[in-house]
């Protein structure tokens, strides 16, 4: 009963995609209505220069998003694992809260901030004729905002299974602190790191709520995406999405099997 319930479950959740992925590949012009086989309408999705140019916006985005948050993300993680006592707990509970608050409370709280600083910012650089404004940087400092906590989690976590003594015995040797995180500790983290930057990578590129407030000219793929549904859902459609779930399924299994990896070799 209960390896059926659990199968019931899979179908529920994945069905609806499966039908995405399926229709896509329809000959005819109407989403739901299968006239044949035929890979046209994935052509047509990416020879659409609008399309293209949201992707790139998109990979832009997520590049620089993940980048940011492995970097900042493993340095919050290293300096919360020398933390002690109630100063430790408090700051683990704004970690875990930064990844639980709502995807739209970040982004009405990100909007809100950047009009206010906008708002006493661009009076003074009006004699230089610059004017900040919404966009693509808008939307990387708001993703980095939750995805710091993401690969803080994955990196603390490999943190405490790390093996103390090898630091230890590395000190125990003169290597300099320097020289003791370059060969010995970076080397250790260095999975959940790549995990955490496909994580971070995979979580930017398929955004939509927090990009949707903070994007202002600039339009990702997803933005993109809702924008043409409101017209209508069409096989071109259908093609861009599943080539948007197969990028997500394929970097959360790299970031998976990474983990993994860096788990049997740290036992080893």
């Known amino acids: 009963m209960l390896r059926a319930y659990a199968i019931c479950i899979y179908i529920f959740l994945y069905l609806p995609i499966s039908l995405i992925v399926f229709f896509s590949f329809n000959a005819g012009k109407y989403a739901m209505s299968w006239e044949g086989f035929s890979v046209y309408w994935y052509g047509k999705a990416f020879s659409n220069p609008l399309i293209m140019e949201a992707l ?33 707990v408090t700051f683990d509970a704004l970690i875990y809260v930064a990844i639980m608050v709502p995807g739209i409370v970040i982004g009405i709280s990100t909007l809100i901030a950047f009009v206010s600083v906008f708002d006493l910012v661009n009076p003074s650089l009006a004699g230089l004729g610059i004017k900040l404004q919404m966009g693509t940087w808008a939307v990387i400092a708001a993703h980095v905002l939750f995805n710091i906590a993401v690969v803080a989690l994955l990196v603390r976590a490999r943190l405490q299974g790390m093996d103390r003594s090898l630091v230890d015995a590395s000190e125990d040797l003169y290597a300099t602190p320097l020289g003791t995180f370059r060969q010995v500790v970076l080397p250790l983290l260095a999975p959940s790191i790549l995990a955490g930057f496909l994580l971070a990578f995979t979580f930017s590129f398929e955004d939509f709520i927090i990009a949707y407030f903070v994007s202002g000219p600039d339009t990702t793929l997803p933005i993109y995406i809702f924008s043409s549904i409101r017209r209508g859902v069409t096989p071109e459609i259908n093609a861009v ?28």
């Open 241 to 268: 999405g599943s080539v948007v779930l197969l990028t997500s399924f394929v970097l959360l299994i790299i970031a998976q099997a990474v983990l993994r990896r860096g788990e049997r070799t740290s036992r080893e």
């Open 56 to 88: 790139r916006t998109s990979v832009i985005i997520a590049l620089s998003t993940a980048v940011l948050s492995a970097i900042i993300g493993t340095l919050t993680a290293l300096g919360l694992e020398r933390l002690k006592g109630w100063l430790r």
